[in-house]
């Protein structure tokens, strides 16, 4: 593709409104899992955590092809987002196997967001290398592009999030319909979800609602385990 051309500036164009439509979930898992972090840390935390993850997302790019022969690369990643969904809606007093707080410490937050951008970063990256049509200059532009936005919107959510703590809820909700696009994105489940009838679109939105359900509901039970564990202590 020329540099410059029209149809390199149109690829750039739909590489630009990608990363603003998908870098939306990345920027909320950054800045829940920055939550719980000292205010001296927390921007760290956004800044690393954000070229981080564009790091891994650059290696996800560059085997792009590669990861398209992987059968069942999108369940996984879906199943492996609604854990980190739960994740995030755990107390932070509550203590994981190795009993350290969970995502309170820097490096904790860290793994967090990193592990939850290779998940999510699957559409990203197959939407930013689909519209570059093959033109490296593009893909890099691409994620340089997502830079910014990420971290900008991590300090938006970061703010309101102090504010507004229902956001943490509605955060995990929306990393959770994100999975569960991914698990009904899944080709090996295509004759479950794809078929354009009322009863595969209705197993579509049964499995938005249950990912939901389900994320909302466990970190629930253990916002309430914790508090009972105050109480009796």
């Not at 920027?27 to 920055?34: D, E, G, K, R, T």
């Not at 719980?36 to 927390?42: I, Q, V």
């Not at 200059?137 to 936005?149: E, F, K």
Request: charged share 15%; hydrophobic share 60%.
């Amino acid at each position: 593709m020329e540099l410059f051309s029209t149809a390199w500036w149109s690829a750039l164009l739909a590489i630009v409104l990608i990363d603003l439509v998908l870098a939306g979930d990345n920027a909320i898992v950054i800045a829940l899992a920055a939550r719980n972090l000292p205010a001296g840390l927390r921007r760290r935390a956004i800044l690393w955590g954000t070229f981080g993850a564009i790091a891994v997302r650059s290696l996800m790019t560059i085997g792009v092809v590669w990861l398209l022969k992987i059968p069942g690369l999108m369940l996984a990643g879906g199943i492996g987002l609604l854990w980190i969904a739960y994740k995030l809606l755990v107390p932070a007093s509550e203590e994981d196997e190795h009993g350290a707080p969970v995502a309170s410490t820097f490096w904790g937050a860290m793994k967090t967001i990193v592990v939850a951008d290779a998940l999510m970063g699957v559409d990203n990256v197959l939407g930013v290398a689909g519209a570059a049509h093959g033109a490296i200059d593009l893909v890099v532009i691409g994620l340089l592009v997502s830079v910014p936005i990420v971290v900008f919107g991590s300090s938006i959510v970061l703010k309101l999030v102090d504010r507004f703590p229902i956001i943490i809820q509605l955060g995990a909700a929306v990393l959770a319909f994100t999975a569960a696009k991914m698990i009904t994105g899944e080709p090996l489940l295509d004759p479950v979800f794809d078929p354009d009838t009322w009863v595969h679109t209705a197993a579509r939105y049964a499995t938005y609602a249950l990912a939901i359900a389900g994320v909302l509901g466990a970190g629930w039970l253990a916002a309430r385990r914790v508090q009972r564990e105050r109480a009796s202590s």
